[in-house]
């Protein structure tokens, strides 16, 4: 079935610093990339949407320029969380979409922390 | 009104128990998912329906179109079921919109 590897599966990172988070769709191309941010004990929290090749829309209220998103391949998707606070220590978590039907591939999510 | 709801919010069973959760929803869906989240975090996606019943392994969902309400059913619930069950849709643009998630442990 279809796969997607997400890393790394924890960071801690200390504040102002950048981290970046990888999801790569092993099996399938990933057309559409989701992007979410969970807190403790929340549901799921739509950060951007990312299609193949384009700029990625942001939900309202995530600053686009510290939650850094490229989609640059239909395999590979990045986050990169720009000059990190301890409030942006979370739980982030892709999903992929690919061209046919409508499932949705999971990865495996990233704790981040910053100190 | 959100315009998913689950029930229950926490469910606590004893192995070998016949689990139900149910989901409701306000608005019109062409699928509906069902989502297992491990206590360490990782989804995996059990089930996308539009209609009637599916079935793999223990796990059973069903769909009721017209009266917008959803089933994930476990039979002979084990404590490896335990986890978070979320139910989801998508919209026009393909966001999921999540249900709030169900909390389930299942005790030996």
């Known amino acids: 079935g279809a796969v997607v590897s997400q890393h790394p599966s924890w960071v801690i990172c200390k504040s102002g610093t950048s981290v970046k988070i990888e999801c790569r769709s092993l099996?399938?191309?990933?057309?559409?990339m989701f992007w979410y941010r969970q807190f403790p004990k929340q549901s799921l929290m739509l950060m951007a949407t990312?299609?193949?090749?384009?700029?990625?829309?942001?939900e309202q209220g995530v600053e686009k320029d510290k939650f850094l998103i490229n989609h640059a391949s239909l395999t590979l998707s990045t986050l990169t969380v720009t000059s990190a606070h301890p409030e942006d220590s979370s739980f982030y978590i892709c999903?992929?979409?690919?061209?046919?039907?409508?499932?949705?591939?999971f990865g495996s999510g990233t704790r981040l922390t910053v100190v | 009104k959100n315009e998913v709801e689950q029930s229950p919010q926490n469910l606590t069973a004893q192995e070998g128990e016949f689990i139900t959760i149910n989901c409701s929803y306000s608005?019109?869906?062409?699928?509906l998912h069902w989502l297992q989240q491990h206590p360490g975090g990782g989804i995996v996606s059990l089930f996308m329906?539009?209609?009637g019943k599916k079935k793999h392994g223990r796990l059973i969902a069903t769909i009721n179109i017209q009266e917008k309400h959803s089933s994930l059913h476990i039979t002979a619930s084990h404590p490896r079921d335990s986890a978070v069950y979320i139910c989801?849709?998508?919209?026009?643009?393909?966001?999921?919109?999540f249900g709030t998630g169900t909390r389930l442990q299942v005790f030996p």
């Open positions: 999903s992929a979409r690919g061209d046919s039907g409508y499932g949705y591939t």
């Open positions: 099996d399938f191309q990933a057309t559409t």
């Open positions: 990312s299609n193949e090749g384009s700029k990625a829309t942001y």
């Open positions: 608005v019109g869906i062409s699928a």
């Open positions: 329906l539009s209609s």
């Open positions: 989801a849709f998508a919209v026009r643009t393909d966001k999921l919109i």
